[in-house]
C-alpha cells in the first residue's frame, strides 16, 4: 500500500468529530493491507511505531527533510523498513548513518508525506485515531467482536499484532491470546468523582483503597526472575531492585501484580513525587528507597485472575503478600469512605479509589467499576506566553506559558510573573482561535516558535498538585495543568501567587 492511503486517512480521521465516520475510514484501510504490512500501519496510525523511538528527534528531523517529491510512491513497507534499520544503529558513525538513510527516504517523500513521516517518528500524530477507535475499526475490517480483539490487545499490549491476528486468523487465534507471566498488560484505569460518597453510590460495596502520589508499577515472577514494568510497559527491573526483593520473597511460584511505588521520609510520609520518578529515569538504583504496594494480582501459580471479582483477587492478594496490601477497607456505607478518604490525606497521599468489590480486572480501560477519588485544585494564573502549535493545531498559538504573582519579591521584582509551567490541555477549536487573534495584539517579543506578550491575561488552572522543579525560578512546576477558562473578570494583580503554589508542597 502507498504510503499516501494511510495519510489521506489520517487527514480524513482529523477532519470528523464522528466516532462512527472514524471507524468507517480506518475499517476501509485496514480491509486493503496486505498481511506483513498491518503491524506497520496500526503503528503509524497510532503515533507508536512497533520499532519505538529510533533516535530521531525534531532537529534532526528538520535537518533531513529537504525538497519535497512531486508524485506519491512510498509505501508503508518502505518506511517500516527505514525503521528498522535506524533502529539497529548504535556506536561511532551511527548518527550519520541515521541522517543519510532519513534524507533518501524523505527525498521520495511529497510534502504531505514528509509531514506524516515527521509524526510518525516524533509520535505527534492527533488524527483522533485513538486506539480505542483503532480497535473498533479492526473489529469491523476483520468482522470480530470488539471485546475479542480489545481483549487480545491489552493482553498482548500490542495493538499492531493483534490486528494481524484478527484479520488474517480465525476467531480461535484471537480469542486464546491470553495472559503470559513476563509479558505485561495495559493496565485498568478509574474514571473519576467528586467525592468518596458520590463513588461509593455509584458502585455499591467496594474496596476503598488509599491513591498514593507514587508510580504505577507491574511486576511479573516467574520462578526466581522478577520483572517491573511502568503503566507504559517500560522494563525497568534493573532500576528496582528493593521490589524484585519483596516479590521474590513471595510464597509463590508464578505472579503478576497490580501496585505503586513510592519513596518515604524518615517518619514514614511521602516523599514528592518526583523523587520517585527520580528513580525510574536512573540507570542504576540510588540511595532512594522506593517501597511497593499492591492492590491487585491477575495471576497466581497459572490461574489467570482477570475474570474473577475483586473480592477474591483481593483475597488472594492477603494470602500472598501481607505485608504490602495497598491500605483500604471494604465498605458499602458512604461515611466509611469519606473516613478512609480523610486518613488517605491526612497521611500525604492523593486519596482514594473505590473499586466495585464484584468487579473484573478490565485490562487497559477507563471502566465505571473503579473510581478514583483526589482534591482538584483551582488557580488562577496569567498567560506568559504561546507556542505556535504542530499537527492539527498548526497555524494557532497553543501552549499556554503560566506564570504566578510573586508580590513581595521573593524570586525575581516584587510584583512580576514567575514562570510555573506550561500547558495545552482543555483549549478548544474557538479558544485556539481566540488566542492566535489576540495575543499577538499584547505581543512584547517573538521566537520561532513561541510568542511572548504582556502579562495581562488571567486563565483558570486546574492542576492535581505541584512538584518541586529546578527548571523554574520558584521551585515548583504544576502537575496535569488544564484549562478551565478565561477570567475577563479579574486582573492581573488578583492572579494567585506563587508562595500559595509553593504551599501545596507540604499539603
Request: glycine share 10%; proline share 4%; aromatic share 4%.
Amino acid at each position: 500500500m502507498l504510503l499516501d492511503e494511510l495519510v489521506t486517512t489520517t487527514d480524513t480521521v482529523a477532519a470528523t468529530r464522528s466516532r462512527l465516520a472514524k471507524v468507517d475510514a480506518l475499517a476501509d484501510l485496514l480491509g486493503q493491507l496486505e498481511p506483513d504490512e498491518i503491524a506497520p500501519a496500526v503503528g503509524f496510525l497510532v503515533g507508536k511505531a512497533r520499532q519505538g523511538r529510533v533516535g530521531v528527534g525534531w532537529r534532526g528531523l528538520a535537518a533531513a527533510m529537504g525538497d519535497p517529491a512531486d508524485v506519491a510512491g512510498l509505501t508503508v513497507s518502505d518506511l517500516d523498513g527505514l525503521l528498522d534499520r535506524l533502529a539497529v544503529l548504535s556506536g561511532s558513525g551511527s548518527s550519520g548513518e541515521r541522517a543519510r538513510g532519513l534524507r533518501e527516504l524523505t527525498a521520495r517523500a511529497t510534502a504531505r508525506e514528509q509531514d506524516f513521516i515527521g509524526r510518525v517518528l516524533i509520535g505527534d500524530m492527533r488524527t483522533g485515531a485513538l486506539e480505542g477507535v483503532l480497535m473498533d475499526a479492526i473489529a469491523r475490517a476483520a468482522d470480530r467482536p470488539g471485546e475479542a480483539v480489545r481483549r487480545a490487545a491489552m493482553l498482548s499490549g500490542d495493538l499492531g499484532e493483534s490486528a494481524r491476528l484478527a484479520l488474517t486468523g480465525t476467531a480461535d487465534d484471537l480469542d486464546a491470546v491470553g495472559l503470559v507471566v513476563g509479558r505485561p498488560v495495559l493496565p485498568m484505569l478509574a474514571a473519576t468523582a467528586a467525592s468518596p460518597t458520590e463513588a461509593v453510590e455509584a458502585v455499591g460495596e467496594a474496596s476503598v483503597e488509599y491513591k498514593l502520589d507514587g508510580a504505577r508499577i507491574q511486576v511479573h515472577r516467574a520462578g526466581d526472575e522478577v520483572r517491573v514494568f511502568t503503566r507504559n510497559l517500560a522494563d525497568i527491573t534493573h532500576r528496582l531492585p528493593e521490589v524484585v526483593e519483596v516479590v521474590r520473597a513471595m510464597p509463590v511460584r508464578d505472579v503478576i501484580l497490580d501496585g505503586e511505588t513510592l519513596s518515604l521520609d524518615e517518619d514514614g510520609g511521602p516523599r514528592p513525587f518526583q523523587d520517585t520518578m527520580s528513580r525510574f529515569g536512573a540507570e542504576r538504583a540510588s540511595e532512594t528507597v522506593l517501597h511497593p504496594w499492591f492492590f491487585d494480582v491477575l495471576h497466581v501459580d497459572g490461574r489467570d485472575l482477570l475474570d474473577e471479582p475483586l473480592a477474591l483477587r483481593l483475597a488472594e492478594l492477603e494470602r500472598i503478600t501481607p505485608g504490602h496490601r495497598m491500605p483500604g477497607e471494604v465498605t458499602a456505607d458512604p461515611q466509611v469512605a469519606e473516613r478512609v478518604s480523610i486518613e488517605a490525606l491526612t497521611a500525604g497521599h492523593e486519596g482514594v479509589v473505590v473499586k466495585a468489590i464484584d468487579s473484573t480486572y478490565a485490562a487497559g480501560r477507563r471502566g465505571s467499576s473503579w473510581i478514583k477519588v483526589k482534591p482538584v485544585h483551582t488557580y488562577d494564573l496569567v498567560v506568559l506566553a504561546a507556542e505556535w502549535g504542530y499537527g492539527r493545531r498548526t497555524g494557532w498559538l497553543s501552549n499556554l506559558h503560566l506564570g504566578a504573582l510573586d508580590p513581595v519579591g521573593e524570586f525575581g521584582e516584587a510584583g512580576e510573573y514567575v514562570m510555573v509551567g506550561k500547558t495545552f490541555k482543555g483549549l478548544t477549536d474557538a479558544v485556539l482561535r481566540w488566542q492566535t487573534e489576540r495575543f499577538p495584539q499584547l505581543e512584547v517579543r517573538r521566537t520561532e516558535s513561541t510568542v511572548f506578550i504582556e502579562p495581562v491575561i488571567v486563565v483558570e488552572i486546574a492542576i492535581d498538585g505541584v512538584q518541586r522543579s529546578t527548571r523554574y525560578p520558584g521551585g515548583v512546576a504544576l502537575r496535569f495543568a488544564r484549562v478551565k477558562g478565561y477570567r475577563d473578570d479579574k486582573r492581573p494583580e488578583d492572579a494567585d501567587t506563587i508562595q500559595a503554589l509553593r504551599e501545596l508542597l507540604h499539603v
